[in-house]
């Protein structure tokens, strides 16, 4: 079991609030995709749970345990950074040996077919790759690390359109045979939409939603038409229904509307809202927060 | 899940502080060449030059050191952090490691020490009063015990060693207490503040007109006494008593450093760090 536990979570750094009173569960065997817009504290929530950094206030804890200073929770989780920890002069194949000897069900022959099926050359120091090679170095490491928790922290920086569909491939493949729990901070949703079981939204520091995907897309729709039929039906919904978004295009309207739909639907397009059009909703400052 | 082992990790720290190795036979290669030019030169100019060569070769080995002891402090944290091991066990590992490669090479100093007693037929003493000045002062401060040799090499590649050993100590130690930035400043500023203090009492010395010298001597038998030695063998020369002291200061220097990261890691506030 590897539960993590978080209450009432905060991070100041001086005056800036990076994280407010954000307080989750992440469950076992689960793939989770953190979203937030830039800034919103993504990275620094990952960096606490990680044990990287220290909360101004609040509890993390890992199986009941707290994470801060506690090697056996640190032992659970494993975050593929953004940024390169380790040291860049070391060979690609001796980070995969330095990780492997601090987790001991690293699969270092899973981590070498997909170096090979890569293409990335293990004998290269690290700061030698380019940035895309980096990146792919870091993916490698983490899904082979064999540990129950594995963040994501931009796992897709730099990397072109077929690498990027060969690490969603292999996060399911991975997944599929050897279950943990992944939290992916990506700012690619549309692409980690079909593997993302549940979602975390950051919005300004704060946790607005966490929620099954599937849940939130089922959460609102889009409807779409002439701006004159899309009025009259936004004049019939009953006050439960809340408008997102609004766009206008020539004399076309499009309206994301976090409700079910209702009434007569004549002549309009309804859509399910997918999981990017409710994340830009929900995380737009000019998002309406209430019925036009 | 299987257990976790941090003998990886040491093993790490140690395979990255071995690169320092390097450092010693090419001090050593220098050092032979101004040793070469020295003995050929009589006039009191080129023995400045000489001198001034020394200092600056020393000074560079001391910088070199303070960068091994920083950069590999800052190396190994952030490894330690990225395999998810948190900054006590880092600092102890780190500490160990250090130790380990400060006896292995120990072993590295007296063989080059051997080679430059053979190569220069035990007139390697000269080079000892060349030498001298704030980089002895430097090395005393780095390496305490190593001012009751006559054999410079030993001294300076014992003190790169501890210096690199003390910086990345240090730096362990303040991080675990202060954010980072505090830690570095502290790492930097208490090594000259201590440099200053003593160059302060040394100053003090010569102005009373006690030979610095002389007291150094002193206080370097009075650690051999306290350490059960008879200092006047050792500064004989005897390789392999002098193999004991540093194998005996080192343990000493570990241990303590280990107790000390310990304390230091313990009572480490959450939330102060980074």
Known sequence: MSEIKVQNLCKRFGKNSALTDVSLTLRENCIYGLLGRNGAGKS????ILSGRMFPTSGDVTVDGEPLTGNDSALGKI??????????????????????????????????????????????????????????????????????????????????????????????????????????????LIEEASSFIERAIVIKESRLIMEEETEVIRGMGYTVSGKAGDVDSYLSSLDGSSVILRTEVIGGLKTVSIKGQPAGNTQGLEITPLSLQNMFVCLTNDDSNSGKE | MKKRSYMGMLR??????????????????VNQI????????????????????????????????????????????????????????????????????????????????WLYELINEGRS????????????????????????????????????????ALFGFMFCSLYSLFPRKVAVYLSIGLPVAVLAIWGGICANWEMHGIDTDQKLSEIGNAIMKILGMRANEIIGGNIFQGCVVFIIIGIIASVLGIIFSRRASVSAEPGITI
């Open chain 1, 78 to 187: 494993f975050m593929m950074d953004e940024q390169l920890v380790f040291i860049p002069g070391l060979k690609v194949k001796k980070m995969f040996e330095v990780t492997a000897d601090c987790y001991p069900d690293y699969d270092m022959e899973y981590a070498m077919k997909l170096a090979a099926d890569y293409g990335l050359d293990c004998k290269k120091r690290i700061h030698k790759l380019s940035t895309g090679y980096k990146t792919i170095a870091k993916i490698i490491n983490a899904l082979a690390c064999g540990a129950p928790v594995v963040f994501f922290d931009e796992p897709v920086l730099g990397l072109d359109a077929n690498h990027r569909d060969m690490f969603y491939r292999n996060v399911i493949e991975r997944y599929t045979e050897h279950p943990a729990t992944y939290v992916i901070s990506t700012h």
């Open chain 2, 34 to 113: 101004i040793t070469y030019i020295v003995l050929r030169t009589n006039s009191e100019m080129g023995l400045e030059a000489s001198m001034l060569a020394f200092v600056g070769i020393d000074a560079l080995a001391v910088f070199v050191s303070a960068m091994i002891g920083l950069t590999k402090g800052f190396e190994f944290y952030n490894t330690a952090a990225a395999c998810g091991i948190s900054r006590k066990t880092s600092a102890l590992t780190q500490i160990t490691a250090y130790g380990i490669t400060a006896f292995v090479m120990m072993g590295e100093c007296m063989l080059l020490a």
């Open chain 2, 125 to 164: 003493i000269l080079l000892i009063d060349l030498a001298y000045g704030p980089v002895w002062n430097i090395a005393m401060w780095g390496t305490m015990p190593a001012f009751i040799f006559n054999i410079q090499i030993f001294i300076v590649g014992s003190f790169m060693i501890w210096a690199a």
């Open chain 1, 44 to 47: 620094t929530l990952l960096n």
């Open chain 2, 12 to 29: 790490y720290c140690i395979y990255q502080l071995s690169k320092a190795w390097i450092f010693l036979p090419i001090y050593f290669l």
